[in-house]
């Protein structure tokens, strides 16, 4: 079969030709229809992520056809569209992931090639409102932001969202998420014409985060947000003590700029603000996220669909982040 390789530490992706993956006990083969990219992608690429191993197939999203099923894994199976869960092991306590959880694609072959072989419990039925692009879109997205925003910021309808760098990929299925339920939110970007696209979208309003004193634009805004979901950490963390409201969530689930400095610990004490982690999610809120999106047929947004070819181009524009939703990739293009 054809794959999408990661040939190398900060080598760009090459096509080519690679053994058909074992379908073992419990597993199906999924011809993949679709897949889309993610920062992790881009992180390993650049040699910055643990337990590297290279060549590697990557690629954590994907959609596709069963092609076919392992021993003791049901027929009705073959032939189903489906999307595929990449959170794999999460272990037992919904609090946390265990020590045998893992990621697909990487170290296990990822949706970057024609076939991939998963454990049946991995596989969904794909929303039926959705093309094969578009349900290649939510999985690692759609989870993370799910768990961020409903297990551990525990958002509900009524409340005020502020979400950072909004032409993320996650930042942008947590928008379509929160506007669905009811949440009034804001954001911020880089770039003032995605502000206006979020808007579109359901947005309140939102603000550059390059501008000298963004917070404080933001606070003349909005009297405090109930939650703030973030994936930039970096030097801008501290304003969300401000921009909080006490008693308010702060939740974060990326460090794309880095640590995070100079915390005031009176404010967030005084406060009583809610400083959480969060990393992708358990199988049930893989279930409910799709759920929410069959309920409310949410249509994740796509910046563009392109061959596996042309899959460095991709990963420099989300380098560039001059991207505006998911970069979805097929063989077909
Ligand atoms: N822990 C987990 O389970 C998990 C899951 C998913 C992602 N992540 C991590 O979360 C981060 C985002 O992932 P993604 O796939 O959503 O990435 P992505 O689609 O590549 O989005 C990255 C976005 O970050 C924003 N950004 C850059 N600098 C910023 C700043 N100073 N302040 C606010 N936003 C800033 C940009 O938004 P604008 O274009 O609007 O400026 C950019 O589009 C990555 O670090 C990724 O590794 C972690």
């Known amino acids: 079969m054809l794959a999408l390789v990661c040939p190398d530490k900060e080598q760009p ?48 999203d994907g959609s596709g056809i069963v092609a076919a099923v392992g021993e003791a894994v049901n027929e009705h199976w073959l032939g189903k569209e489906v999307i595929i869960n990449p959170a794999m092991n999460w272990g037992n306590n919904p609090a946390f992931n265990g020590p045998d959880f893992t990621i697909l694609g990487l170290p296990r072959q990822g949706c970057f090639a ?38 551990r910021a525990q958002l509900k309808p009524g409340d005020t969202l502020l979400l950072t760098g909004i032409g993320g990929g996650t930042a942008l299925l947590m928008l379509q998420m ?53 994936s930039a950490a970096g030097d801008g963390f ?16 990326g460090g794309t700029q880095g640590p995070i400095t100079t915390l005031n610990p009176q404010k967030i004490f005084w406060k009583q603000l809610n400083i959480l982690g969060s990393t992708m999610g358990t199988p049930e809120e893989f279930s409910a996220m799709v759920a929410l999106f069959q309920q409310y047929r949410i249509q994740p947004v796509i910046d563009e669909i392109l061959s596996f070819e042309n899959a460095e181009h991709a990963i420099r524009k989300m380098d560039d982040a001059t991207q505006f939703g998911k970069l979805v990739l097929t063989l077909n293009k």
């Open 238 to 253: 501290k304003n969300f003590v401000d921009l909080a409201k006490p008693g308010g969530r702060i939740v974060f689930f």
């Open 13 to 60: 992706f090459v096509v080519q030709e690679v053994p058909l993956p074992q379908v073992e006990k419990n597993e199906v083969l999924v011809q993949v229809k679709a897949a889309a990219i993610n920062h992790r992608d881009y992180w390993i690429q650049k040699g910055q992520y643990a337990n590297l191993r290279y060549p590697a197939i990557l690629g954590s």
């Open 178 to 230: 929160a506007v669905a339920i009811g949440v009034q939110v804001y954001v911020t970007s880089g770039n003032d014409a995605k502000i206006d696209k979020a808007v579109q979208l359901g947005a309140a309003g939102g603000v550059n985060y390059t501008m000298n004193g963004w917070h404080k634009l933001l606070q003349a805004m909005v009297n405090g947000f109930d939650v703030i979901a973030d």
């Open 114 to 151: 024609e076939y991939v072989s998963v454990p049946v419990t991995q596989v969904h039925a794909k929303p039926t409102h959705l093309s094969f692009e578009q349900a290649a879109a939510i999985p690692l997205s759609g989870l993370t932001g799910y768990r961020a925003l409903f297990t």
